[in-house]
């Protein structure tokens, strides 16, 4: 696992817990006028030392500051930094960099929709794909799914999307795949 990666998963964890995540967002809807102990624990319905543990904790994994006049703030910058750290380590960031038209049909480096059918944004999502897979000789349909798998989840229809705009050929079988054609260089390479 990639450092940003653990990371973020270190924060998915710590806030995976209710009441750091309740504590969490109490902090978030203060904004920069922040939250003491003492009105946390009345807002959370908690003791203050439990309070005092998860706003510790929060402090402790960089989502919250705490200053000397015992008022405590989020840091929601850190959770969207983990994310965007998240996103640059998928596997299809350093080619849909080169397609930033594509980019509204990625979330977080998955493909969440296809452009409609007859767009240039289809054919030039197939060229990606294309690109992603990199396919050189045969590979079978098992692979070919798990190749796309890795950036979406609509398997056959990325797939399908790969074989009707030419960049993939099955054959009569519909059990193995080979390169459609040549992909062209890339302006930016």
């Known amino acids: 696992m ?25 902090l978030v809807r203060h904004g920069r006028d922040g939250c003491t102990i003492a009105e946390m624990s009345i807002h959370l319905d908690l003791p203050k030392p439990e309070v005092g543990e998860l706003l510790g904790r929060l402090v402790g994994a960089g989502v919250a500051t705490g200053t000397g006049d015992g008022v405590y703030r989020a840091v929601a910058d850190v959770l969207r930094e983990a994310a965007q750290a998240l996103d640059r380590v998928q596997p299809i960031a350093p080619l849909l960099r080169e397609y930033p038209q594509l980019r509204p049909f990625f979330s977080h480096g998955r493909l969440t929709s296809l452009p409609p059918t007859m767009s240039d944004r289809y054919q030039q999502a197939a060229e990606l794909f294309a690109r992603f897979l990199a396919v050189d000789g045969v590979l079978t349909e098992p692979e070919v799914n798990d190749r796309i798998a890795a950036a979406a989840d609509d398997v056959a229809a990325v797939r399908r999307m790969l074989v009707e705009s030419g960049w993939l ?13 040549v992909l062209p260089t890339l302006s930016n390479a």
């Not at 050929?169 to 054609?181: K, L, N, V």
């Open 169 to 181: 050929e099955r054959d009569r079988a519909g059990t193995s795949y080979g390169s459609g054609r």
């Open 2 to 26: 990639s450092v940003p990666a653990a990371h973020a998963s270190g924060l998915l964890m710590l806030l995976s817990h209710p009441a750091r995540l309740r504590a969490f967002a109490e």
